[in-house]
């Protein structure tokens, strides 16, 4: 039996995540290359999960990628604007 939180979560903390490690990892400045990375992953993540019959594991995506967009605002503000 699947627990429904537990795919929701999973799908959303892969946006957020793989923005905060590269901008660790590389730098502030740097973060919005995750928001990039997280779209292109999470759009193949999306297309398993609906395969599979999770639903929510691809709405937790879609959310997640929203806060990673968020997050990401700055950093590409920095990068090309300022």
Same mark, same amino acid.
Request: a neutral charge.
């Given at each position: 039996?699947?627990?429904?939180?537990? %795919?929701? @979560?999973? *799908? #959303?903390?892969?946006?957020? !995540? +793989?923005?905060?490690?590269?901008?660790?990892? /590389?730098?502030?400045?740097?973060?919005?290359?995750?928001?990039?990375? %997280?779209? @292109?992953? *999470? #759009?193949?993540?999306?297309? !398993? +999960?609906?395969?599979?019959?999770?639903?929510? /594991?691809?709405?937790?995506?879609?959310?997640?990628?929203?806060?990673?967009?968020? @997050?990401?605002?700055?950093?590409?503000?920095?990068?090309?604007?300022?």
């Amino acid at each position: 039996m699947v627990n429904i939180d537990r %795919d929701w @979560i999973a *799908g #959303f903390l892969i946006g957020p !995540i +793989a923005t905060m490690v590269v901008a660790i990892g /590389m730098s502030w400045k740097a973060a919005w290359i995750g928001m990039v990375c %997280d779209f @292109i992953i *999470g #759009f193949f993540l999306i297309l !398993i +999960a609906l395969g599979y019959d999770r639903p929510n /594991m691809a709405k937790g995506t879609l959310c997640g990628f929203a806060v990673a967009v968020a @997050i990401s605002i700055h950093p590409l503000w920095l990068s090309f604007f300022a």
